[in-house]
């Protein structure tokens, strides 16, 4: 167990609607990070926080945004959902400011239908 | 564009049989990682490296950095069932960590 949680396991939803993933990193981590994985494109990094503000960006869709609360967990909300944005989306923390020590979640897989 | 190119794809092979899997990158990272991913789960750090020509030993696995700090591998000896997973190696440089497909390994009884 890593000490991250993700919620939910799993999301199915249809095309056009939105879904917030939620994050909780490890107790003591400041840093959040969001990966989006498929099978063609392999684990990539979307955003990362730090103790609540934005430090960094990757391949992020501007249909896509997340947030870390004060509590410093973190939301990823994915909206006009499309068929391609199934996936698995792994959330990681880590104590220090965009760290490559990262601790990942379990998962949350998304299936647009 | 960075990116990190794993080889092989997929390895499957008899237990007790010695392997290696690459990371290749024609950028320079100030580190790299090597994870390891099992079904249903997240990745799980295995092992850092970050000077050119390091090696590191975690048990049966070998990580070896190239001098030029663009490459790397992981060498297993005596391959064990439970070394079956999807082995990442990710790049860090400034603000950016990049990830390679990975390669899917499989460990026959």
């Known amino acids: 167990d890593s000490g991250v949680t993700q919620t939910p396991k799993h999301l199915i939803t249809a095309t056009g609607q939105r879904v917030t993933l939620r994050c909780s990193p490890r107790s003591g981590d400041l840093s959040v990070y969001w990966y989006q994985q498929s099978l063609d494109q392999g684990l990539q990094f979307l955003i990362q926080y730090y103790n609540g503000e934005e430090r960094a960006k990757g391949n992020i869709l501007e249909r896509f945004s997340a947030q870390q609360f004060p509590d410093l967990h973190s939301e990823l909300n994915l909206s006009s959902l499309e068929l391609g944005d199934s996936a698995l989306y792994f959330c990681a923390s880590s104590v220090r400011d965009f760290s490559y020590i990262q601790y990942f979640g379990a998962g949350t897989r998304l299936s647009v239908l | ?109």
């Open chain 2, 1 to 109: 564009t960075q990116l990190l190119e794993q080889s092989p794809q997929f390895l499957s092979i008899q237990e007790g049989e010695n392997l290696t899997v690459y990371c290749n990158s024609s950028s320079v990272f100030s580190s790299l990682q090597w994870y390891r991913q099992e079904p249903g789960e997240g990745p799980v750090l295995l092992v850092t490296v970050v000077t050119g020509g390091e090696v590191k030993k975690l048990k049966r696995l070998t990580f070896q950095f190239g001098d030029a700090r663009k490459d790397s591998s992981l060498h297993i000896t005596a391959a064990q069932p439970g070394d079956t997973g999807l082995y990442l190696c990710a790049g860090a440089s400034d603000d950016k960590i990049i990830f390679g497909k990975g390669t899917r390994l499989h460990i026959l009884p």
